[in-house]
């Protein structure tokens, strides 16, 4: 399955994963989920912290640069049928507060940059973490992705029981 990803990056970060990076994270969330022969597009804008802050604002009430937020597409299906690619959504990923974590976390930059892109993609196929039982079932899909393009489990220190 082809996932195209326009990637804009607004951030002063020059540190961010290249295009065929992005597509085969992308790629291998599409080959669990998605039914469709054509193309899915993706939109990912890369932000500085204000900006990732002033999003998180006003689409969450929540006051802080967070690492990944999920806008997803709410178009009918008539009309995404009539499409030569399915369009997903956006993605708005803060490059600075990526870093951070990957380094709190002890993991590989490319590593937390994969599985914030994976985790933005569960969430335009509407999965959530509300509840632990949503969590566990997030959670665990993403492992099994990240484990298969060779990364570790992200969240083997906060195992749910």
């Not at 039914?35 to 500085?48: F, N, Q, Y």
């Not at 998180?56 to 990944?68: F, G, I």
Request: hydrophobic share 45%; proline share 4%; net charge negative.
């Amino acid at each position: 399955m082809t996932v195209i990803i326009d990637v804009i990056n607004d951030s002063a970060s020059t540190n961010i994963p290249g295009a065929v990076q992005l597509q085969t994270w992308g790629g291998a969330v599409l080959k669990h989920l998605d039914a469709s022969e054509k193309p899915v597009s993706l939109g990912l804008r890369i932000v500085d912290e204000d900006e990732s802050a002033a999003i998180n604002l006003a689409y969450r009430q929540k006051d802080y640069a967070t690492n990944v937020l999920s806008f997803a597409v709410d178009i009918p299906d008539e009309i995404i049928n009539s499409l030569d690619e399915v369009p997903l959504g956006d993605l708005v990923i803060c490059a600075s507060v990526v870093a951070r974590e990957a380094d709190a976390q002890e993991k590989s930059l490319p590593a937390h940059w994969a599985h914030m892109l994976i985790h933005g993609m569960l969430h335009l196929h509407g999965f959530d973490h509300e509840t632990d039982a949503e969590a566990l079932a997030m959670e665990t899909l993403e492992t099994q992705i990240l484990a298969e393009l060779g990364f570790e489990n992200p969240y083997k220190a906060e195992q749910h029981n």
